[in-house]
């Protein structure tokens, strides 16, 4: 939290305090964190069935609700590892505040409580859909597969008065509206990148962001792992990369870099929260940390010095070079063995230092060697500038003044059946400042305020490409102003949850005017979680 934030919500406190005619023993339960007692008071005691972020493809109300109490079990199949692991997730999520002992037992063992079940028959539910039922005589979620109830937990969690988001027991009742709620996503792809190059974040600080994007049923981070002023993961064969290429940032500051064991745990971390990790090392552009630690990948031989500047566009690797590919084929290599996931990214953006014929060489060498180590390639739209291979998905960063040619050649491979990942810099990224006086972030693609980051239809993007190339949606957090995590919050909050309903909510639910009063109830769930946000003027908040 900023200082200025922290100085107005002691204010706002104080007020409260006095406003209350509360003596100093006496605050609320809440009152050690901001002053509130479970949320703003414009939060009603029972959230309306499907008032939520992303909204449910499918809302039926019913009945009276479901209590949590003391009394309360977490039913799951005892058979099954990764139900047990989900019972104790969501008993962690909500033991703190409800102060509840809320076991996990065997599901026969869990009459009137929260039942997860898998149902691998219920195909209509896909890979990632769940129903939430939800009746005073108990609550059951139903998946095909854990990354289901994992979605589904999210939707029980928000359905909950946003106080069940705080570290202290707090008042309930906790209440969730009756009724069934039947959900798929829209879109398979639903992605978050993090640029820890331009600034490094901790194992710590990634992890903080994955368990953010893990409420809005986000299932993909993208790691931007290098770039001209960092190289942030461990390569044995090439260990300068870190040593030396990792040793500084944006600004100067000391940089960092993960060894292979945290990077690995970073892996297992969004798993544990059904997301996978697409590693990008971006090539033949955006090197100049590989070119400072290794003076043979240059074309001339000589090592340029760190940058820790912000310019981009003026290194490349040396295509020509044999030794360039014996150092690609080393990091795809270690990189693909740490990855279990399905993508590498090798970026091909602003390869302004590389000439066409070059770059296209180029990439022909590079996409067969992560297809050698059983990856597919994702590449920014440049890649379609050369040819990109089999399987390989491009993901469009341009806007609405991309010249029509430039966004006509990304239309061509999506007819000829590259999928496409949709980041268009003027509605996706998330560091983009909202106004002229946004303290952080950039503006060479305009400002981005939070409806237009929200307001546009995925499948009708990008003329010329079919609906069904598009695999969905990803916003990106580039780092050149970013430092910290609180930083990372207020660019982030609250266009990300808006990115995250466009990749999972049905377009047929897709109304700014609906939207805007869910994301303005999930306000007092930020403010619980301790998230930073810009309080857009466009967004009718609850009073602070
Ligand atoms: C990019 O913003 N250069 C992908």
Known sequence: MTQRRRIQRLIGSLLLVAAAGVGGGEATADSGTDGRSGGSAAEPEVRPLGHIVPV??????AGEPYSLTRHTRIGVDDARPETRELGRYLAGLLRPATGFPLPVVDDRAARGGIRLRLSPGDTELGDEGYRLRSAPDGLTLT??????????????????PSAVERK?????PWKIAGGTITDTPRYAYRG??????????????????????????????????????????????WPR??????????????????????????????????????????????TNAALASYPELNCDGVAPPLYTGTKVGFSSLCAPKAVTYDFVDDVIRELAALTPGRYLHIGGDEAHSTSHADYVAFMDKVQPVVAKYGKKVIGWHQLTGATPAEGALVQFWG?????????????AAARAGTGLILSPADRTYLDMKYTKDTRLGLAWAGYVEVRRSYDWNPAAYLPGAPADAVRGVEAPLWTETLATTD?????????????????WSPAATHDWDTYKFRLADQAPRFDALDIDYYRSPEVPWPAE
Request: a negative charge; aromatic letters at 8%; zero cysteines.
């Open 56 to 61: 449910p493809a499918s809302v039926a109300p």
């Open 192 to 237: 978050a990148m993090l640029d820890v190059s331009r600034h490094f974040f901790t194992v710590d600080e990634v992890k903080r962001y994955i368990d953010q994007l893990a409420l809005y049923k986000v299932n993909t981070l993208h790691l931007h792992l290098s770039d001209d002023q960092g190289w942030r993961i461990a390569v044995d064969s």
């Open 241 to 286: 990369l870190t040593t030396y290429g990792g040793s500084t940032e944006v600004g100067g500051g000391p940089g960092g870099f993960y060894t292979k064991a945290q990077y690995q745990e970073i892996v297992r971390y969004a798993a544990s929260r059904y997301q996978e990790v697409v590693p990008e090392i971006d090539m033949p552009g955006h």
């Open 168 to 172: 202290s027991v707090q008042n309930g």
């Open 487 to 503: 930083d990372l919050d207020v660019m982030a909050f609250p266009r990300l949850p808006g990115i995250a309903e466009l990749g």
């Open 143 to 160: 998946a095909r597969a854990p990354a289901g109830l994992f979605r589904g937990v999210q939707t029980l969690r928000q359905q909950l």
């Open 399 to 411: 806007l609405d003044r991309t010249p029509a040619a430039e966004k006509e050649r990304v239309a």
